[in-house]
């Protein structure tokens, strides 16, 4: 049976995860401690907004599509704890109107000439390339701050997240205009994160996760006796992906040369256009007229709207070497996931550099 966490248990939850950050903050200065101050403001207010999936859907005076659409989304998760073997736990079987389109906006900041980001360090999540804010006045605000010193920045806006299960979860009005599927993969990767996560490992938890998405949708799909995805849109992200890491690759050794700053920011902006000529003619002459992609690319460019590309499959091909190893078993694969977790970060990389190439060798 699903109940709600009780008020005073959730309270406590937010004091274990905010009040140590909170306090070591009061010790760094004010812009610290307000910024720190809407974290909590805001995860306070989605944790309040909360409700059990199954009341939404017993109740005939809610949309009848939103009821629907969360039904489905409960053979989701049900599969995801006894077929993938992820958390049992209270998160997505809950659901959350946070009357806004995106639960938060991050702010992406990178110098004028290097893709190097501004990372911020938090007490749960560890070290990431970006700052989370509930307001989007105040990601502009922020945003404006930077750009004042010269900086590229970006702000992207976010559906969902999770706290590594911290706290449970909820699914969103902000995810509800994704199909089922689609919501599907998202309950996957999200519960992946509370399996297990490495701090300040990037690369390797959003492609750990990014592999149980996609094996745990092709299972999902066969559980259904549906037919697998032709792949059409999954290399389509992959090639335009790769063009976003080419260009980064050649801005990368662009801003090691000895140029003035008027002459690098022509060559920039050349290799910016460089990058929407290539993507006009990989989408005209392959993508059958697929026009997904023209509204990012058309967009003003910097080096911070790049950050985000190549996060979350660098790794993709070794965990599925990984897995092949194990059989296809989650329970072994996963134990072999912790194992690579704790090894060093050299350790690490070099190990799974040594799974990937495996995995392209094997095709």
């Keep these: ?28 200065g004010c812009s610290s401690v307000s910024y720190y101050s809407q974290l909590a403001s805001g995860q306070w207010q989605l944790l309040r907004a909360r ?38 736990n209270q998160s997505y079987r809950l ?24 990372n911020h360090c938090f007490p749960v999540a560890g070290c990431v390339a970006y700052r989370g804010y509930y307001s989007q006045g105040a990601a502009r605000g922020e945003a404006a701050l930077q750009r004042q010193k010269g900086m590229d920045v970006w702000i992207g806006g976010v559906e969902a997240y999770s706290t590594l299960g911290w706290f449970s979860d909820p699914i969103m009005n902000s995810m509800m205009g994704w199909g089922d599927e689609r ?37 999902w799909r066969a559980w259904r006796a549906l ?34 700053p008027e002459q690098m920011r022509q060559r920039k902006t050349a290799e910016f256009e ?17 026009t997904r992609y023209d509204a990012w690319i058309n967009a003003p460019m910097n080096n911070a709207r790049l950050l985000p590309f190549g996060l979350y499959d660098q790794w993709v091909p ?30 690490r990389k070099a190990a799974l550099k040594t799974l990937a190439s495996a995995k392209i060798s094997a095709g």
């Excluded at 946070?98 to 290097?114: C, H, L, M």
């Excluded at 399996?195 to 998405?213: C, G, L, P, W």
């Excluded at 389509?236 to 000895?258: A, G, K, W």
């Excluded at 460089?274 to 697929?290: F, I």
């Design 1 to 28: 049976m699903i109940r709600p966490c009780p008020s005073l248990g959730l309270l406590d939850r937010v004091l274990r995860i905010l009040f140590p950050g909170v306090l070591l903050l009061l010790l760094n």
């Design 51 to 88: 409700e059990p999936v199954s009341s939404v859907i017993a109740d005939p005076q809610r949309d009848q599509q939103l009821r629907m659409h969360l039904a489905q989304s409960q053979k989701a998760r049900t599969f995801a704890s006894q077929q993938l073997h992820l958390p049992d």
């Design 95 to 118: 659901y959350a109107d946070i009357g806004r389109p995106y639960v938060v906006w991050n702010v992406f900041v990178t110098p004028e000439f290097s893709l190097k980001p501004q």
């Design 183 to 219: 919501l599907a993969t998202l309950i996957f990767h999200e519960l992946a994160h509370q399996r297990f996560y490495v701090k300040d490992d990037t690369e390797f938890n959003e492609s750990f996760a990014t592999f149980v998405e996609q094996e745990g949708t092709r299972q």
């Design 227 to 260: 037919p697998p995805d032709n792949g059409d849109q999954t290399r389509r992200r992959d090639q335009f992906t790769q063009l976003i890491l080419d260009t980064r690759s050649r801005l990368e050794h662009l801003y090691t040369q000895p140029l003035p």
């Design 274 to 290: 460089r990058l929407r000529g290539e993507y006009r003619q990989l989408r005209d002459s392959q993508w059958a007229g697929d």
């Design 318 to 347: 070794a965990f599925a070497a990984l897995f092949k190893q194990t059989d296809g078993d989650w329970v072994r694969f996963y134990g072999a996931v912790e194992k690579l977790g704790g090894m060093p970060v050299d350790e």
